[in-house]
C-alpha cells in the first residue's frame, strides 16, 4: 500500500529548540492531519487542515497545508521533554474514505 | 467521556488459534477503520467501514476478517490464516469519512505465542 514520505525519520534536538518535520506525496489530497503517538498507545490528533495553504497552530504547534496539495509541514517551538514521541502525518485524497499514513518521525528531546 | 474504546490492551493467544479485538465509539461516527503497526513502522490498513453493515477490504486484508453490525462496533478477527499476527492494533473513527478527522483507540498489542 501507499505510504507518504516523511522526513525526517528521528531527531534529537536539545531542550529549547525548534523542531521541523515535513511529509510528501506523489498524488493530491484534500486533508491533511498530524499525529503524535506515544510509546504503546494510540495516535492522538494534534492539527487538521483542509485547504491548500493554510497554516494552522496549536499552541507550540504549527502546520502548513501546501500550496501543490502534495505536502505539509509541521513545526514546533521551544521543544519540551514532553514533546518526546512519534509524529505522524496522514493525507486523503479525493473521493475516498481512506487515509495514507506517514512513516513517522521519532522526536528524542534532550534536556 | 466519548471516545474510542478498544479491550483487551494486552493479547496473547497460542499458535493457530483465531482471535477477535474489540473496538466501540460513542462518538456517533459512521465509519471506522482498522490498522495494524509494527515496531519503527507507521500504520497500514486492514480494513474499513463507511457504514452499518458494509467494509471494504484495505491493503493487508488477508488473514483478518471484520463485521459491523451495529454503528458503534467494528471487531476485528485475527484468524490462523494471518501469517505474522503479533502486532500492535489501531481501531479508528470519523464522523462521514471523507475529509473528517479520524480519531484513534488506545490500541490492542497482540503477541502470539
Known amino acids: 500500500g501507499q505510504q507518504l514520505n516523511q522526513s525526517p525519520q528521528s531527531m534529537f534536538i536539545q531542550e529549547g529548540e525548534d523542531v521541523s518535520m515535513n511529509c510528501t506525496s506523489s498524488s493530491i489530497f484534500n486533508t491533511w492531519l498530524w499525529y503524535k503517538q506515544d510509546p504503546g498507545e494510540g495516535p492522538v490528533l494534534l492539527i487538521a487542515l483542509y485547504k491548500a495553504g493554510e497554516l494552522t497552530s496549536n499552541g507550540r504547534l504549527t502546520a502548513q497545508f501546501g500550496i501543490t496539495r502534495k505536502d505539509s509541514f509541521l513545526n514546533i517551538s521551544a521543544s519540551i521533554p514532553s514533546d518526546v514521541g512519534i509524529y505522524f502525518c496522514?493525507?486523503?485524497?479525493?473521493?475516498?474514505?481512506?487515509?495514507?499514513f506517514g512513516t513517522g518521525t521519532r522526536l528524542k528531546v534532550l534536556a | 467521556d466519548g471516545g474510542i474504546t478498544q479491550s483487551p490492551k494486552y493479547l496473547f493467544r497460542k499458535e493457530g488459534q483465531n482471535v477477535t479485538l474489540s473496538c466501540e465509539q460513542n462518538?456517533?461516527?459512521?465509519?471506522m477503520y482498522w490498522y495494524r503497526q509494527d515496531p519503527g513502522q507507521g500504520l497500514r490498513l486492514i480494513y474499513y467501514?463507511?457504514?452499518?453493515?458494509?467494509?471494504q477490504k484495505g491493503d493487508i486484508a488477508e488473514g483478518y476478517s471484520v463485521s459491523r453490525e451495529k454503528k458503534e462496533s467494528f471487531p476485528l478477527t485475527v484468524t490462523s490464516a494471518q501469517k505474522n499476527p503479533t502486532a500492535f492494533y489501531l481501531c479508528a473513527s470519523t464522523a462521514g469519512g471523507r475529509g473528517d478527522t479520524q480519531y484513534f483507540g488506545p490500541g490492542t498489542r497482540l503477541t502470539v505465542l
Open positions: 467501514s463507511q457504514i452499518v453493515n458494509d467494509f
Open positions: 496522514a493525507g486523503q485524497g479525493q473521493g475516498t474514505y481512506k487515509y495514507i
Open positions: 462518538l456517533n461516527h459512521d465509519a
